[in-house]
């Protein structure tokens, strides 16, 4: 284990994390999980997909906390 | 048949010596920490012993105690598929990573309560706080959140009111949904008025508050047009974007438009107002979202840099650790003595209703194994709790004289440096009318008089801890950088909680008019924002212009009302504990309900029948009325127009309070007809739970998997796509 490599996994790990916690890998998940499940189909592109997830999102409104 | 035994992944009863030494180590290094505390008389001690004291007590309460209410208590169950497994449907029903969602449990439940709160109850001293917030948490808040965040994964997700509902019964049920709509309103209502007196007469932070509006605008064009999708890179703009209307905003106080924007308290208010209401109806990607996304950077990036604030610069605690007004009930801040107030006025941070709602709300649905419930409910309410500690030390640290300074009543402080000093006085600490100048030109604001709220003095506190840390000489900008952090969040709390109020709204009119349901149609989505807005507004406003001063009179009613909705969660879990045959484990959430129910009742039952008028709403409303009817003006107020509406103010604060007092009891009294019917007739119970399903996930429950889960992902070439 070189400090290279361990720094690249950090990097690798925040980076992955970043984008779960945002929801930017959703897109990625929603075309992966389309191949396997439809294969042959065709997904959505991002904008469609991304302003669907908005518009569904606009209907439940998550709860902030104090 | 071999007689080899095979290793049983699932049950390590042998005792490893290493990790006895580590958890000895742990409870030692807590026990130590707490010595000193305790030990401390007259003297100043170092703010590291109180973060060291509450990690180990954590690391104690997270390790055994809430695994054995997983384990034993609730008796958690990895074969059993979640709602997420079960119902995935890739909208809110989805398995999620167990650190993503812990994530986004935090940030739903962690805002400016833990912050606020622990700020104002510091005048009772640092260790009643303290201690309650620790322990608090440990035995209560942790407690709940974990519970109902379970009872609520087995039942699909369910909200706590449809808990309440079908566990108690239709008057339980409505009475919640009452005490959560009451809640929201006064909770709204409290932290907008902790960011108009933020606001206040400073250019400042009134400019880098006001551009995040634009600021959010821009991005949730950008995400929505120009790059849907990419967050990040749309939230770093945004953040870069924020620290220039930051830095901008000392040049504005410098400048020409430094008047523009110096708003006084009621154009703030009727700003916020407007503000609201629009938020609320616009389409969230609009507003809503990319503000949600600035300020939740914000608020983790802010939070952890506190902390290592504090490990580095060691701050001293120039606060009493406990001050008189912990017994006499005399203090400035806010009247009535340490118990029940201080369990009132921290509620975020040691035990919090309002968390419950998230409980039963996005996070159950979303959540792989139901392990997970320690780490996510037990463990985001830990971090909560740190924060609130980080809070007590930050308003702890700061001179005890300039802590009163800022946070007495105007009425109390005058209007001059002078008249302020000698009223600080009079309370029995000290501050020089040229402290207060310098205390005030250090963070280059007008003034620091009577900056009540809460949210200036933790500004004052932090960045004194930053500036010592790091250096620089920064204060003013630290200073301004953490009001703007708290409005921040604060804001996002109002966009989310108005637009929440209003579906709730409108899902009960719909009861009534069937369209109202729909979320969508315009009239019913204006008129049940304008009610929400319009209640929230109204207690805003009355706060804001109460002579008596707001906080002082509205924090206690807000804690009222949060610490309500706990009864009313605690007595759901303890009813549904009860219900399952599981009598002998009942106390884990009994405990906490019988304390809890007993400081609201009783804080509720001073609010309304004391006959010291400091305390008592009532006693106030008679002193004043007496006198208006007497034609006299009676100090705070200047004129008979005040002097009706503290009479008003009082009126309407007492009627809320035994309000919810009520409530608290009739769900209490109803849940307990049930719990005794339950045990007199057990075949009676129906089961509420979602059947068992058998789980095809694996993931593991804790932060860091164990050596057995790694090897039980590898088996099934695991979910886990990440190192």
């Known amino acids: ?66 | 048949m071999t007689t080899t035994k095979t290793p049983q992944p699932q049950q390590r009863r042998t005792l490893d010596p290493r990790k006895i030494a580590i958890w000895t180590a742990v409870s030692v290094a807590g026990a130590i920490c707490w010595g000193v505390i305790a030990l401390a008389r007259d003297e100043e001690i170092s703010a590291i012993w109180l973060l060291g004291a509450a990690l180990g007590t954590y690391a104690i309460g997270y390790r055994f105690y809430a695994k054995f209410i997983a384990k034993r208590v609730l008796g958690v169950d990895n074969t059993r598929a979640t709602p997420a497994e079960r119902k995935n449907n890739g909208v809110d029903f989805e398995p999620t990573d167990r650190r993503v969602l812990f994530g986004h449990h935090f940030a739903a439940i962690a805002g400016a309560g833990p912050l606020v709160g622990p700020v104002l109850a510091a005048q009772m001293g640092y260790l009643p706080g303290t201690i309650w917030i620790i322990v608090g948490v440990i035995l209560a808040g942790a407690v709940q959140d974990m519970v109902i965040l379970f009872f609520s994964m087995r039942r699909d997700g369910k909200s706590l009111g449809q808990m309440a509902r079908e566990e108690i019964g239709p008057v339980g049920g409505a009475a919640a949904l009452i005490g959560v709509f009451a809640i929201m309103i006064i909770l709204l209502a409290v932290l907008a008025m902790v960011v108009v007196n933020a606001m206040a007469v400073s250019p400042w932070a009134t400019f880098s508050i006001a551009m995040t509006i634009p600021i959010a605008l821009f991005m949730g064009f950008y995400l929505r047009v120009i790059r849907p999708g990419r967050v990040m890179e749309t939230t770093v703009i945004g953040i870069g974007l924020l620290l220039l209307a930051l830095i901008a905003g000392g040049w504005i106080e410098g400048s020409a438009l430094g008047d523009t924007f110096t708003l006084s308290k009621e154009t703030l208010v009727f700003c916020l107002i407007v503000y609201g209401f629009v938020a609320s109806v616009l389409p969230i990607w609009m507003l809503l979202t990319p503000r949600d996304y600035l300020s939740t950077f914000m608020k983790i990036g802010t939070i952890a840099l506190l902390a290592v604030g504090i490990v580095i610069a060691r701050p001293m605690m120039k606060n009493e650790a406990v001050t008189d007004f912990a017994l006499n009930g005399n203090g400035p801040v806010f009247a009535g003595s340490l118990f029940p107030f201080v369990f009132i006025t921290i509620a975020c941070g040691a035990l919090s209703g309002f968390h419950a709602l998230v409980a039963s709300g996005t996070t159950p649905k979303m959540i792989e194994k139901e392990s997970q419930v320690r780490m996510i409910g037990y463990g985001g309410m830990l971090a909560e709790s740190f924060v609130a500690v980080s809070a007590i030390i930050a308003a702890s640290i700061i001179d005890p004289g300039l802590y009163y300074a800022m946070n007495s009543p105007a009425a109390l402080l005058g209007t001059s440096l002078q008249s302020a000093s000698e009223a600080v006085t009079a309370l029995g600490f000290s501050i020089t009318p040229d402290q207060l100048a310098a205390a005030a030109a250090a963070v280059e604001e007008q003034t620091l008089v009577a900056r009540t709220g809460g949210a200036p003095t933790l500004a004052v506190g932090m960045s004194q801890i930053f500036s010592a840390a790091f250096g620089g000489g920064m204060q003013a900008f630290w200073y301004h950088f953490a009001i703007m952090f708290e409005a921040l969040f604060i804001l996002t709390t109002v966009d989310a909680g108005t637009r929440v109020g209003r579906f709730m709204l409108q899902d009960t009119l719909g009861n009534v008019y069937k369209p109202m349901r729909n979320v969508s149609w315009r009239p019913g989505l204006i008129f049940a924002s304008a009610i929400v807005v319009g209640g929230w507004g109204y207690f805003l406003y009355a706060g804001v212009t109460d002579p008596l001063g707001g906080i002082n009179q509205l924090f206690p009613l807000f804690g009222i009302a949060n610490q309500l909705l706990a009864a009313i969660a605690l007595t759901v879990a303890t009813t549904i504990l009860i219900k399952r045959g599981k009598l002998k484990w009942a106390w884990v959430t009994g405990i906490p309900l019988v304390w809890d129910a007993t400081v609201t009742l009783t804080a509720s039952y001073q609010k309304v029948f004391s006959d010291d008028p400091k305390l008592g709403f009532f006693a106030q409303r008679t002193k004043f009325s007496d006198a208006l009817d007497a034609g006299q003006v009676l100090p705070p107020a200047k004129n008979l127009d005040e002097m009706g509406k503290i009479v008003t103010n009082t009126t309407v604060d007492g009627i809320l309070a035994a309000f919810f007092a009520l409530i608290v009891i009739v769900v209490i009294v109803d849940a307990t007809r049930i719990c005794l019917r339950a045990l007199r007739n057990p075949e009676t119970v129906t089961n509420t739970e979602a059947p068992y399903v058998r789980s095809n996930l694996v993931a593991p429950a804790g932060l860091i998997a164990t050596k057995e889960e790694k090897s039980a992902m590898a088996a099934i070439g695991g979910p886990e796509n990440q190192p």
């Open chain 1, 1 to 66: 284990m070189t400090v290279t490599s361990t720094a690249v996994r950090a990097w690798r790990g925040i980076r992955w994390y970043l984008r779960e916690a945002t929801g930017e890998s959703a897109y990625d998940r929603y075309v992966a999980k389309g191949c396997t499940e439809h294969p042959g189909s065709v997904p959505m592109d991002r904008r469609t997909f991304e302003r669907h997830r908005q518009d569904l999102e606009n209907q439940r409104p998550q709860q902030r906390c104090c």
